[in-house]
Nanobody, 128 residues
Framework: QVQLVESGGGLVQAGDSLRLSCAASGFAFRRYTMGWFRQAPGKEREFVAATRWSGSSTYYADSVKGRFTISRDYAENMVYLQMNSLKPEDTAVYYC?????????????????????WGQGTQVTVSS
């Protein structure tokens, strides 16, 4: 069965870095777009970043552009989110998700509705 397992969250100070990992199994990893979303207390889950099946196209929310980098390892079926210059407003539960690669428009992958499987999430807390 499809499994997405996140790890790497923790408590850090503003300005620090963290790398989140997502281990994918149970499906043809290289055929899917993979994304990261986050959800802060009292807020809706929001798009953070995504990488297309080929890895050649990546997308980022404006709030993280230039600070976060998404990547994928096809040999290990892993997706990573490198987060630099963390801010208190980055505090949230971060979720890994997969989306069937059916659209050429990048905006399609900004929507939660485009993703069909989700991990359980990993907490990131950034103190000021």
């Amino acid at each position: 069965q499809v499994q997405l397992v996140e790890s790497g969250g923790g408590l850090v100070q503003a300005g620090d870095s963290l790398r989140l990992s997502c281990a994918a199994s149970g499906f043809a990893f290289r055929r899917y777009t993979m994304g990261w979303f986050r959800q802060a207390p009292g807020k809706e889950r929001e798009f953070v970043a995504a990488t297309r099946w080929s890895g050649s196209s990546t997308y980022y929310a404006d709030s993280v552009k230039g600070r976060f980098t998404i990547s994928r390892d096809y040999a290990e079926n892993m997706v990573y989110l490198q987060m630099n210059s963390l801010k208190p407003e980055d505090t949230a539960v971060y979720y890994c998700a997969r989306a069937p690669d059916v659209a050429t428009s990048g905006s399609y992958y900004y929507s939660r509705a485009s993703y069909d499987y989700w991990g359980q999430g990993t907490q990131v807390t950034v103190s000021s």
